[in-house]
């Protein structure tokens, strides 16, 4: 575990001779209402014997090592994740994280056709360990790891390097390495964009449908007192009062009648109480409206494209080994079917689906139409 700043420049010097390095992160976000960066772990070189990484770290983020300079010495190294997107969130928010050459096992995977993704599954196949998954829910947090975490942990990285090699030649065998790069490159560019909360509607909890309106007054109070004791408490919601239950509640009190309260300490009891009162005193114009979507109707023509365009990705799909729904999710068809031209396919998706054709013949009728 490297704290302290002597074991850090010693790190740092390790790492400056390394062309790439394998990283993982973790956080405390099932322990914490204000999640952060716990750990990360690294790992680079290979074992004569295995091939696995062999000098594997631990690198202390809450012991207030400087994370910008660990940074800078990660630029011009190829930097080795499995499913990047939440690392590199979590990584952006310490400073500028380097991204210009990411390699992603489980998007590589992916596009292998692998059946299975996750780091497990994938370890599993490629080198016979069954690796334990007794630590996945764990306090980061907690100082000092035990032993167990220690070893989850650096497995996280251990494999990486040699499951990349196997995976990029993978793709360079199937000719796939230039969809790898768009994919990857998508996702890279994702991580950047800051995702905005619909602070209106965070209320509508899965399963909120069953409750009538005044439910959703009760329901979409008694989710704020949640969420604001959460934050006081710094500890995330569910442990306030889990979801199942405060669906429950607000159904219950919103029937009216006697109903049974949930067992908490008293200031947050009395907190919550006030909270369903002003909730249950809301008048029906105040209760919570319907969403009514804003999906237009498709036309004829528009679903006759859909369904050929389905029909043709499963049969792609079909040829090159490939899940359908990495192809061109349903989602992007609807899309594409209302207009060809539509933003949501990568290149060689769109390639293979044929697409520029059916943009430039879409075209031509579009202008056939307007000249007449």
């Known amino acids: 575990m490297i704290a302290a700043e002597p074991a850090f420049r010693e790190y740092l010097s390790r790492l400056s001779e390394q062309k790439s390095v394998a990283l993982d992160t973790e956080a405390d976000s099932l322990h914490c209402y ?28 809450l012991a207030g090592l400087p994370m910008e300079e660990f940074f800078s010495a990660l630029r011009g190294k190829r930097i080795l994740f499995h499913d990047a997107d939440y690392d590199l969130r979590l990584l952006r928010r310490s400073g500028e994280f380097p991204d ?3 390699f992603d096992t489980m998007i590589a995977a992916r596009l292998c056709g692998e059946p299975q993704l996750g780091l497990a599954g994938l370890v599993e196949k490629y080198f016979g360990i069954t690796l334990s998954k007794a630590s996945r829910k764990a306090n980061w947090a907690q100082r ?13 990285v251990r494999y990486l390097p040699q499951l990349a090699s196997i995976l990029e030649v993978r ?42 309106q ?13 969420d604001s004791e959460a934050r006081l408490w710094d ?25 049974s309260r949930p067992r908490l300490p008293q200031q947050r009891s009395d907190r919550m109480e006030e909270a369903l009162t002003s909730a249950l005193n809301l008048s029906e114009a105040e209760w919570p409206q319907v969403i009514r ?12 494209r859909f369904n050929k365009l389905r029909d043709l990705r499963d049969k792609v799909a079909r040829e090159i080994d490939l899940d359908p729904s990495i192809l061109a999710p349903k989602a992007a068809l609807e899309a594409v079917a209302g207009d060809p031209k539509a933003p949501v396919l990568l290149p060689w998706q769109r390639e293979l689906l044929g697409l520029e054709a059916i943009s430039e013949t879409h075209e031509s009728v579009t202008a056939s139409a307007e000249a007449a």
Request: charged fraction near 35%; charge should be negative; include cysteine.
């Open 144 to 156: 000092p790891l035990s032993d167990q975490m220690v070893e989850y942990a650096l497995n996280d």
């Open 235 to 259: 500890r995330p919601a569910f442990h306030v009062l889990s979801n199942e239950n405060l669906l429950k509640l607000a159904g219950d009190a919103a029937r009216g009648g006697r109903f």
């Open 100 to 102: 210009e050459d990411i």
């Open 293 to 304: 979507g804003v999906r237009i109707r498709s036309t004829k023509e528009q679903v006759d």
């Open 214 to 226: 005044r439910g959703w007054a009760v329901l979409r109070a008694l989710w704020h007192w949640r």
């Open 34 to 61: 204000f999640e952060k960066l716990c750990l990360i772990q690294s790992g680079w070189g290979e074992e004569p014997q295995t091939g696995l990484a062999e000098d594997l770290r631990l690198i202390d983020p």
């Open 171 to 212: 793709l360079e065998e199937l000719n796939r390495l230039e969809w790898y790069r768009q994919s990857r490159d998508r996702m890279v560019k994702g991580t950047r964009e800051t995702r905005q909360r619909d602070e209106e509607n965070l209320w509508r909890i899965t399963g909120y449908a069953m409750l009538d």
